[in-house]
T-cell receptor
Framework: EDQVTQSPEALRLQEGESSSLNCSYT??????LFWYRQDPGKGPEFLFT???AGEEKEKERLKATLTKKESFLHITAPKPEDSATYLC??????????????FGKGTRLSVIA | GAVVSQHPSWVICKSGTSVKIECRSL??????MFWYRQFPKQSLMLMAT?????????EQGVEKDKFLINHASLTLSTLTVTSAHPEDSSFYIC?????????FGPGTRLTVT
């Protein structure tokens, strides 16, 4: 059974204090790993898809990396507007676009000015 | 990018009435859409998988006669909460799949009084 574990559950940073969020996964074979951002009272916003180990993607202050067992979401010099819950999800090789993603429970990030 | 809309964004109804929520993919065709519900500060909970032109697949514990899903076209899926009760009050979110990526709608807040 595919599993996704995110850590920490909650993270509090000072503005400008860089850090990383972790997503560990267990799948029989990885088709894709996905990062989303969710603000309170809103649907998740798509950030990145990573397909193979060694792949990296960047968007503004965020950079996502992937190994064979985990993914990291690095946040460089965060700002208060980066405060949100970050969700990680996986899709395994045996699955298609008709298969729901397996989500972790998320990391609640708070960035304090 | 891929955009998914939901309507209404919030709704208040009386106990015993039915409520319909629409989910539309605005700039792509989605053969598969997913319906989730989310309670405050909790993870997304998958309710059902909806494929265009066929019956929805419901997750264990989700009453298919209570949560009616119709996926009539490649851009529209609807969720009808029948005979709603206060315990059905929640945040309902849809997502639409294109290839292997899933994009979420903004969510619908349902309050049953």
């Amino acid at each position: 059974e595919d599993q996704v574990t995110q850590s920490p559950e909650a993270l509090r940073l000072q503005e400008g204090e860089s850090s990383s969020l972790n997503c560990s996964y267990t799948v029989s074979g990885l088709r894709g790993l996905f990062w989303y951002r969710q603000d309170p009272g809103k649907g998740p916003e798509f950030l990145f898809t990573l397909y193979s180990a060694g792949e990296e993607k960047e968007k503004e202050r965020l950079k996502a990396t992937l190994t064979k067992k985990e993914s990291f979401l690095h946040i460089t010099a965060p700002k208060p507007e980066d405060s949100a819950t970050y969700l990680c999800a996986v899709l395994s090789l045996g699955d298609s676009g008709n298969t729901p993603l397996v989500f972790g429970k998320g990391t609640r990030l708070s960035v304090i000015a | 990018g891929a955009v998914v809309s939901q309507h209404p964004s919030w709704v208040i109804c009386k106990s015993g009435t039915s409520v319909k929520i629409e989910c539309r993919s605005l700039d792509f065709q989605a053969t598969t859409m997913f319906w989730y519900r989310q309670f405050p500060k909790q993870s997304l909970m998958l309710m059902a998988t909806s494929n265009e032109g066929s019956k929805a697949t419901y997750e264990q514990g989700v009453e298919k006669d209570k949560f009616l899903i119709n996926h009539a076209s490649l851009t529209l899926s609807t969720l009808t909460v029948t005979s709603a009760h206060p315990e059905d009050s929640s945040f309902y979110i849809c997502s639409a799949s294109t290839d292997y990526e899933q994009y979420f709608g903004p969510g619908t807040r349902l309050t049953v009084t």
